[in-house]
Every structure is written in structure tokens, then in C-alpha cells.
């Protein structure tokens, strides 16, 4: 697997049911009082991401996701954690529901808003940099989903039309995201990592995983 500059491998990796995923998540996130846990899934973009989180929420009854590129849309790649801890986590670990336009959105007229309940049973915060430093405070359980940087690449650009302008913006993304991984190395505050481009046989209903990084 081509991983990232700075990004370890992980290993061993083995074939799990997805339950037993999410039952280790909701147990390392605990129970905490009056609020949702907050469980941040993080990986390169392209990474699968987004595809293990619906897997996650939707074996979870009233689990919620929130995107970290809404947060960020329009504002900058990854100057948004202010804004996530104050318009999203803070509200939440204050046992508040949240009903969150970012400034692009009120300055763009984007309709609609960024929701979370207090009384779901997990909130799952999705994208590159939820489990950056800044918000760990607020996080009770990471995941980081560890890919092959050229399949990624490939996902990407063809999930973004796979024009010219496609390959630009993606590359342009990338110019930023590296130095931003290499600088916060979110897969060493991880509980488990998941393989996004899995080589590994596995049915539908399971996910390959491998244990922490040892932190020495």
C-alpha cells in the first residue's frame, strides 16, 4: 500500500463483523452524561471515509453524521476548527441541539443548516481533520482510515467528474492536506484503523482493521 509521507503502515490486518466495529467504538467512547458520544472518523480524502461512516451510522439507531467539509465549505481546507468546536462540538457537549449556518453559508445564501441532535446516540464526525488536535476535547473515540494513496487519488477525481478541473482542484487539495497530516499525524490518537482500499476478502456486513499505533 502507497501511504502519505509520515503515515505508518498498519498491520496485522484481519476481517471483522461491522457490529463488532461499532461496538468497540461505542465502548471506547463510553457513556458520557446528557450528550452524544462523538466519534471522529478521519483519513485521507478519497479514503472511504465517507462510505465506513453511513456503514457506521446506519447500524446505529438515531446515529447522526456531520461532514467537516460543510463546516469548511467556502471558508478554507482546514482552517475551520474553530468553528467546528464552537459551532457544533461545544454546543453538543453542552446537551444543546444544533442548528449551525458557517459564515459562508449565511455570506454565500447556502440553504439550510448543519443539525445534530443531543439525544443521538453517537454523532460521527466525518472528513480530513476530524480528528485533528484542536478537537479533541470534544472527541471520544477516532478511527483512522488507512488507504493506497493512488486508488484514493483515482476515486477522488473520478467522484469529482473526473474533468481536468477535477484533477486540478484535487491536486490543489492535496498541496494542502499533506503538509496538514504531516504536521497533526491524526492516526496516532486513533482506537482502530480501518482500510479504506482494502485488498483483503471480506462480505458486506464486515470491515478490515488492524489495532492502534503503539504511540513509542
Known amino acids: 500500500m502507497q ?8 498491520g496485522p490486518w484481519r476481517v471483522v463483523p461491522l457490529d463488532d466495529l461499532v461496538q468497540l ?6 457513556e458520557p452524561r446528557n450528550r452524544p458520544r462523538i466519534v471522529a472518523v478521519d483519513g485521507r480524502q478519497g479514503g472511504g471515509k465517507s462510505a465506513l461512516t453511513q456503514r457506521l451510522a446506519a447500524t446505529v439507531t ?23 468546536a464552537d459551532g457544533v462540538l461545544s454546543p453538543l457537549h453542552r446537551g444543546e441541539p444544533v442548528r ?18 443531543p439525544s443521538a446516540p453517537v454523532v460521527f464526525v466525518e472528513g480530513v481533520g476530524a480528528a ?3 478537537l479533541m476535547p470534544f472527541v ?10 493512488s486508488e484514493a487519488d483515482r476515486r477522488g ?10 484533477r486540478d482542484f484535487w491536486y490543489e487539495w492535496a ?23 482494502p485488498a483483503v476478502a471480506h462480505g458486506a456486513d464486515e470491515v478490515v482493521v488492524a489495532p492502534p499505533f503503539d504511540p513509542r
Open 132 to 134: 485533528r488536535r484542536e
Open 175 to 197: 498541496a494542502e492536506e499533506i503538509p496538514f497530516l504531516i504536521h497533526q499525524r491524526p492516526w496516532e490518537r486513533a482506537d482502530v484503523v480501518v482500510c479504506g482500499t
Open 62 to 84: 438515531g446515529a447522526q453524521i456531520v461532514h467537516t467539509d460543510d463546516v469548511a465549505w467556502f471558508h478554507g481546507f482546514f482552517s475551520w476548527a474553530e468553528l467546528m
Open 25 to 30: 467504538l461505542l465502548t471506547r467512547a463510553g
Open 3 to 10: 501511504l502519505g509521507p509520515g503515515e505508518p503502515p498498519a
Open 100 to 117: 449551525y449556518r458557517p459564515p459562508a453559508w449565511v455570506g454565500r445564501a447556502r440553504d439550510g443548516a448543519i443539525v445534530a441532535d
Open 140 to 149: 471520544d473515540a477516532v478511527v483512522w482510515v488507512q488507504s493506497d494513496r
Open 157 to 166: 477525481i473520478a467522484r469529482d467528474g473526473g474533468t481536468p478541473e477535477a
